[in-house]
Each structure stands twice: as structure tokens, then as C-alpha cells.
């Protein structure tokens, strides 16, 4: 590539970026002057490392998909009610603004943020136990989004050269999970991309990616922050719908952490500044934790877990079924790979060599479905399709 002398000038300002990190962030801190990548590049350009990843990921085709992905509720005709876009835009807003504070690394906590669910497939929650289900019957490992996540981005993207993110990035996504409560972190700093790919290929005697934390404190945040955002605003969408009532919410967890969704992130968040970071870990008071805690308690037992929400299961899983068994038959009979898998169908010259059985060929494709493009391919099959619910899910009162 031809550099011009603005292209010099460019690379000395990120250059001058880099050295201001030094001052302007805490020194537990990424720097992206240390961002490792697993393919090594030439520094090109204005933008910084993590900068250069969260935009990689922005335009990436899995990134596109977010926006009809579902993130709690679905099967639900209703315009003002939370997707799988509008949540990792939270996370990343909310985790900025806690970073900002805490001198941590905005760039490496927003690519980690826009990239941490790209692996959840249709349906959510719900649609990860099918399609984990499936697998396991096919004699794969049990399906998690959030190594999916990594195997879009790393492996599968670009014709299957992904986008060679940094590994702080990577590790970020892989060790993501929000589900498990945390009311403290400290990041696992040895981590590198030989741990990164034993967990992400689910190796024997590797930890699980619910087990650890990822290596840095941008991760740890995003962790924490995934929680906030989903926390309160699920309850939002839940009194939408006429699930429950904000009368409902635990008069406990209400007195500490109020009962709005504003409120909610707004304490979380200023508890969590309010700690710090300088002892390298991340933490809620023990109060705040413990309301924390019964929140979730309560979201797992009116909202996620009510049958009311999942009236649409059982055709959804037929749906499952169909295509998985459908997608492995079409392979199995020689038919045209590009016509089932458009993307796999045209590789990239320098590409890795595909080792993927066509269990986990069909594991990605369906992995990758957005809801809509999921039920149009069932019909397709001939399945039964579930419609949407117009009104409330439960009518109040």
C-alpha cells in the first residue's frame, strides 16, 4: 500500500492517542498500544486497536442481524419492545459511561459490548436450549452463544478468515456472561489466544466459558453491565406486555434500587464507580448486591420463566428440528452447499481449510438466522408457524 504523507500524519496523531493513554486512563487499564491480534498487521491509518475492532465488528454480516434477533420477548407484534440490537446498545452506552469514570478503556469496552451476543440464535434463551439440544443429539458440544460469538468473528466471517480481532476483544466476548450473578470481579490476566481457542472448541479439560472472567477490567465491566442493562429494562418490556405490574416488583429491592428502569441502571451504575477499580477488581456494595440479586430472583420467576411468554415453544421447536434435520440431509445428498449456506459456499482463497462437520455447518447457518428468516424457512419445509401475539400476554386486572 502506498502511504501518502497524510497517511504519515495520520499514524503519528494515533501514535500521540496511544502515549495519552498512559496519562488519561487508570493504570490497570488495556492500553491499545498492547492489543495483541492473532494475525500481527501493519499499523495503518488514524484509528487505535480496539477503535479498529469495534468498527470491524459494526460491519460485520452477523452485526446486521442484531436487529432481528429476538432478546426476551417473542412472537410478540409490538414495535416498542426490547431486540437483541437495542440491548448490546445499552450495554455498550452503559458500560462507556461506568469506564468513563473508572479510567478504563472505552473502545476495548465497546467493541466488547457490540460483539458479546452476535452468537445468540433465534428466539433467545429459548432457541440456545433448542439448538443446544440438537447438537448434543448430533454429537457436538453443547451450544453457547457466546462462543459462537467468537466463531463468527474469528473463524467464520469474511469467508472464513474473520476479521482478526484483538485477542482483549475476543477474550472479552467469549467470557461475557451475564446470567451467572456476580457481585464482584477480578479479571483472569493470563489469559492468551491458546486458553481463548481450548474454550471456544469446548477441548477436554478446558474451563468453561461460565467459569472464568475475562482478562481484562473493560471485560469484567461489560460482565457487570450486561446485567444492568437487561435487568430493568426487561421489566419495562414485562409491564408493556400487562405481564406484571411495577407494584409487583420486591419492596426490598425497590427501596435500594427503585422501580424504573432509570433508576435501576442509574444506582447500579454510580455503586459501581463508586468502588473503584484500584485494587484490580470490580464490585457492587453488599447492599446494592443483594437487591441486585433478588431482582434477578424475581425476573427468573414472573418473567422469563412464566409460561405466558412461551406459548409459541412448542412450534418453535418443531421448527428447530425440521431445519436442522433438513439442512444435514441436504449435505448428506450432495445438494447444492451454496444454495443452503450462501456464505460458506465461497470461501476466501486464504482462508483456514473448513474442518467443520456438517453438524456444525448446520449449527452456524441456523446459528446466524435472524427470527424472521428462521420462519421463513420452516415454512418453507412445511411447518407449522406460530403468529404474533397483538395484544397483552396476560390481561391485568
Excluded at 431482582?295 to 412464566?306: A, G, M, S, V
Excluded at 425440521?322 to 460458506?344: C, M, N, Q, V
Excluded at 452456524?364 to 412445511?382: K, N, S, V
Amino acid at each position: 500500500m502506498i502511504q501518502t504523507p497524510t497517511d504519515h500524519n495520520l499514524r503519528r496523531l494515533r501514535d500521540q492517542l496511544d502515549l495519552r493513554e498512559a496519562g488519561l486512563l487508570s493504570p490497570l487499564a488495556a492500553r491499545s498500544s498492547a492489543a495483541l491480534r492473532r494475525h500481527p498487521e501493519e499499523r495503518v491509518g488514524h484509528r487505535q486497536n480496539f477503535f479498529l475492532d469495534s468498527d470491524r465488528i459494526l460491519h460485520s454480516r452477523a452485526y446486521s442481524r442484531y436487529i432481528d434477533k429476538t432478546q426476551v420477548f417473542y412472537m410478540v407484534a409490538n414495535d416498542h419492545i426490547t431486540h437483541r440490537v437495542l440491548h448490546v446498545q445499552l450495554v455498550a452506552k452503559i458500560a462507556r459511561s461506568a469506564g468513563r469514570f473508572l479510567g478504563l478503556n472505552e473502545d476495548l469496552i465497546e467493541a466488547i459490548a457490540l460483539g458479546h451476543d452476535i452468537g445468540h440464535p433465534p428466539f433467545g434463551h429459548d432457541g440456545e436450549k433448542l439448538l443446544s439440544a440438537l447438537c448434543l443429539e448430533h454429537g457436538l458440544p453443547p451450544f453457547h452463544h457466546n462462543i459462537q460469538s467468537v466463531l463468527f468473528l474469528d473463524r467464520l466471517e469474511r469467508g472464513g478468515r474473520g476479521w482478526n480481532l484483538t485477542l482483549q476483544t475476543l477474550d472479552g466476548i467469549l467470557f461475557h456472561d451475564g446470567e451467572t450473578h456476580s457481585e464482584a470481579l477480578r479479571p483472569s490476566r493470563d489469559h492468551d489466544f491458546a486458553l481463548l481457542d481450548r474454550v471456544a472448541e469446548q477441548a477436554p479439560g478446558a474451563v468453561s466459558p461460565e467459569a472464568a472472567t475475562p482478562m481484562t477490567l473493560e471485560g469484567c465491566l461489560v460482565r457487570l453491565c450486561d446485567t444492568i442493562a437487561y435487568i430493568g429494562r426487561d421489566i419495562e418490556d414485562a409491564i408493556e406486555l400487562k405481564l406484571i405490574a411495577r407494584a409487583d416488583l420486591p419492596g426490598e429491592c425497590a427501596a435500594v434500587l427503585g422501580d424504573s428502569n432509570g433508576s435501576i441502571v442509574y444506582r447500579l451504575v454510580a455503586d459501581l464507580i463508586a468502588n473503584g477499580c484500584a485494587a484490580d477488581r470490580l464490585a457492587f456494595s453488599p447492599s446494592v448486591g443483594e437487591a441486585l440479586a433478588g431482582l434477578k430472583k424475581f425476573n427468573y420467576e414472573r418473567i422469563y420463566l412464566n409460561p405466558q411468554i412461551k406459548r409459541s415453544l412448542g412450534e418453535i421447536s418443531a421448527c428447530y428440528r425440521a431445519l436442522f434435520e433438513s439442512y444435514l440431509e441436504a449435505l448428506a445428498t450432495g445438494r447444492s452447499r451454496a444454495t443452503i449456506f450462501p456464505e460458506a459456499g465461497e470461501r476466501a482463497a486464504d482462508a483456514p481449510v473448513d474442518v467443520r462437520t456438517p453438524a456444525a455447518m448446520v449449527r452456524d447457518f441456523i446459528a446466524g438466522m435472524t427470527d424472521d428468516y428462521f420462519l421463513a424457512q420452516a415454512a418453507a419445509l412445511g411447518c407449522r408457524i406460530p403468529t404474533k401475539t397483538t395484544g397483552p400476554l396476560v390481561a391485568m386486572g
